[in-house]
């Protein structure tokens, strides 16, 4: 019961191309957006859509190399990993406060190119 507990599963498209980052030869991750999209019906009985964006990182070099090689903006993706939640303080003193998903699982939708 514990492996769900902070689970995280997101089938969206990538905002844009993954910022790919290195620490040292071993170290190396990977940061891009997904949008996720939901419809509804208002009052009137128009479609809408409203849109989440979410900020997804991935660690490894196994994981880091599959996305460098085959995602770009718009990609397709299902995503499994846990909500992060770390916050800094800015150069003007602010506190800043950010929310992740750290990727466990990553599988590539959509077509071939």
Known sequence: MS???????????????????????????????VATSDYFYDKNGERQQQTQWHNVVVWGKQQVAIVEKYLDKGSEVALTGKITYRNYEDKAGNKRYITEINVSDILLLGKKN
Do not use: D, H
């Open 3 to 33: 492996a769900i507990r902070n689970q995280v599963q997101l089938i969206g498209n990538l905002g844009q191309k993954p910022e790919i980052k290195s620490f040292g030869t071993e170290k190396k991750f990977a940061s891009f957006s």
